[in-house]
């Protein structure tokens, strides 16, 4: 009987530990994370962009620009680096944007529809100006764009009344108390005009009383204001920029056509018309130089442009030019006054008369 008992409790705990491992092994599987589904990969693109700042009108070049992967590419964005490369840019460009068809301009022609093609050769920093010209003034109309030149001036100073600012010497004038009936009419005064040029008292014994023989005499001074300056323009720009057609596959495999030569003109014909010369001239310079430029045209002062050479690209260091520095500089002596004069007299240097040539004379 015992026997049968301690049988039963045996299978009993069997039982007991078979049914703790049932529900462990139930309950610990639940508590796992079942499989998950994988997540569905999103496709990317590849785009273009800039790899530094590009300036407008600047031709693109691999080393500006490269891809980068996105998820999805708005429209227009450039997918190739081809369809890039050799372009212009046609607006300023920063580094790490990405190129759309819009920034990309074909030929200068294209450019130009974004603005002139003229600022895209004025540096930054830099602005452009124009300032009168005359054939003297202009190296006889030989600068061209690209060309360096200096502006030379010249300053004509005279002395002026500190509170009146106005030219010496001033006029004088009297002070008349007016009279009515022969009575005076104190202290009411009246200011008479055109009594002459205040002068001065010379002379002790004799005193006399000097005025000016002329107006005031202005003197002058010469200067290279500026020495660096490039020429943009020559003449008045054009106002509309000429298309520039791509030719096309057919076109480019063909040979182009020689214009004809220029004939020359036939005895009794009517010559070309010759060009207008131009008056004005656009100059590239710093933004200080613009206003000093601009304050002398309001001042009508005279320019006169000097052209450097090509190869000379030294800042130039110029002394002002007077008429002491002429007597000085170039040992000039003012002559004396003389007991006698060559005849005939001369007031004024003018240029002797030259012959007319053989060749004319025998026309």
């Not at 100006?129 to 502006?151: E, F, K, M």
């Not at 009383?209 to 003449?235: C, F, H, K, N, W």
């Not at 450097?308 to 007077?322: F, G, H, I, K, W």
């Amino acid at each position: 009987m015992r026997v049968v008992r301690l049988i039963l409790i045996l299978i009993l705990s069997f039982l007991l530990l078979g049914l703790c491992g049932l529900l462990y092994i139930r309950f610990r599987g639940a508590g796992q994370p079942g499989p998950q589904a994988q997540p569905t990969p999103v496709p990317m693109v590849q785009v273009v962009v800039t790899t530094q700042d590009i300036a407008r009108g600047q031709r693109i070049t691999e080393e500006m620009v490269t891809t980068v992967e996105v998820p999805a590419a708005i429209e227009g964005q450039i997918l190739d680096p081809k369809d890039a490369i050799g372009k212009l840019a046609a607006r300023d460009l920063p580094k790490g944007i990405f190129l759309t068809q819009g920034d990309l301009a074909e030929t200068p022609a294209e450019l130009a529809r974004t603005g002139s093609l003229a600022s895209l050769n004025i540096p930054p920093g830099y602005v452009a100006i124009s300032i009168p010209i005359t054939r003297i003034g202009s190296v006889a109309y030989g600068i061209r764009p690209g060309d360096q030149v200096g502006v030379l001036v010249t300053l004509a100073f005279i002395d002026l009344d500190p509170e009146f600012q106005t030219k010496l010497p001033n006029q004088s004038a009297l002070l008349q108390q007016q009279v009515q009936e022969g009575i005076p009419t104190s202290p009411v005064y009246q200011v008479v005009p055109g009594q002459g040029t205040i002068g001065r008292v010379v002379g002790q014994d004799y005193p006399l009383y000097a005025v000016p023989s002329e107006p005031q005499r202005p003197r002058l001074i010469t200067q290279m204001i500026i020495s660096d300056a490039q020429v943009l323009y020559l003449g008045t720009f054009p106002l509309t920029q000429p298309e520039v057609r791509k030719p096309s596959a057919e076109e480019e495999g063909e040979p182009q056509a020689q214009p004809p030569a220029q004939q020359p003109i036939p005895p009794g014909g009517q010559a070309p018309t010759p060009e207008t010369p131009p008056d004005v001239v656009t100059l590239i310079v710093k933004p200080q130089d613009a206003l000093v430029l601009k304050y002398l045209m309001d001042r009508k002062v005279y320019f006169t442009l000097v052209l450097r050479s090509a190869n000379d690209t030294q800042p130039l260091t110029t002394e002002p030019v007077t008429l002491n520095y002429l007597l000085e500089q170039y040992n000039i002596v003012i002559p004396g006054k003389q007991q006698a004069d060559l005849e005939p007299r001369i007031d004024e240097i003018v240029p002797p008369d030259v012959p007319p040539a053989l060749e004319e004379i025998q026309q």
